[in-house]
């Protein structure tokens, strides 16, 4: 391949893992080198994906994360996701990066399918986009934006408002956007889920919103009382600590809308012991 195909499958590569300009090591298909051609129809908007680090060759709550890919490609597809090989192939992707510790993206979307006939069952593809792992700790202030995903259920490809609203509160100030959906129910972050504590115990919000890895692996772990219920905005002003959590880490939240919350580090550090109990499963 001469200077120029190398280049566009980099571009590519990187529009694909969702982090234009990122240091993308990889991108396969279906288990082989992806170029340019190939990945064009993943970036249709309609597909799902998961996110998950990867340390010596292992994933906490994989299981958990090959779920949520079977369950969204029968939603959006109609058809059945071969986990097995999904696995396999999510194992090959780092041996072919020459990565034991990575971060990997698995996108699922079809080249079969076709915007005029939706409800018709299709083949998946599957893409596995390998780039250098990360760990979020920083602490973060945020405020509350009035919004809601499509299908927030899902982990979908759909990300425009996540990213907008994120911007829109860096532009006023803020590191992110926690969202409030209806009636003004606090329900997940941009990209997080939230944990939240009230002087008593552990609150996890009930509201529309994707449900976390991370989220679930903590609330199975967390030895301490905790209460999953709708949390309204109003109450956020009694929250005396709160952190976000997702594949990347866990991080304390400074302040929500300016009101600090002096115990969210301590917090945060609380939620990191948890994981660091939660078993890790290789891929191969």
Not at 8 to 16: D, F, I, M, S
Not at 73 to 99: E, K, P
Not at 113 to 127: C, E, G, H, Q, S
């Amino acid at each position: 391949m001469d200077g120029t195909g190398r280049a566009r499958r980099r571009a590519a590569a990187a529009l694909v893992a969702g982090r234009p300009g990122a240091a993308v090591t990889g991108v396969s298909c279906n288990g082989q080198p992806a170029d340019a051609a190939l990945l064009a129809p993943a970036l249709v908007n309609y597909g799902h994906f998961t996110s998950l680090q990867v340390r010596a060759g292992a994933v906490q709550g994989l299981d958990l994360h090959l779920q949520r890919l079977a369950h969204a490609t029968g939603v959006l597809f109609g058809s059945a996701l071969d986990t097995a090989q999904v696995r396999q192939w999510m194992g090959a992707a780092l041996q072919q990066a020459g990565m034991a510790d990575a971060s990997l993206r698995v996108t699922v979307f079809s080249r079969a399918f076709d915007f005029r006939d939706p409800l018709a069952p299709v083949a998946v593809d599957t893409l596995v986009a390998v780039s250098p792992p990360v760990q979020l700790t920083a602490a973060r202030s945020v405020r509350t934006a009035t919004y809601q995903r499509d299908q927030p259920a899902l982990k979908h490809v759909g990300t425009f408002g996540l990213f907008d609203q994120r911007r829109q509160a860096m532009a006023a100030g803020f590191d992110d956007a926690l969202f409030l959906g209806a009636g003004g129910m606090v329900s997940e972050g941009s990209t997080w889920n939230l944990a939240m504590h009230d002087g008593e115990r552990l609150l996890w919000p009930q509201a529309p919103a994707l449900r976390g890895i991370a989220e679930a692996l903590l609330q199975a772990g967390w030895e301490g009382p905790q209460a999953v219920r709708p949390v309204a905005a109003a109450e956020l002003v009694d929250v005396k600590a709160a952190f976000a959590c997702n594949a990347s880490g866990i991080w304390p939240l400074a302040a929500i809308d300016g009101h600090v919350l002096q115990g969210s580090a301590d917090l945060a550090a609380q939620g990191r012991a948890v994981m660091a109990r939660v078993p890790w499963q290789p891929l191969r």
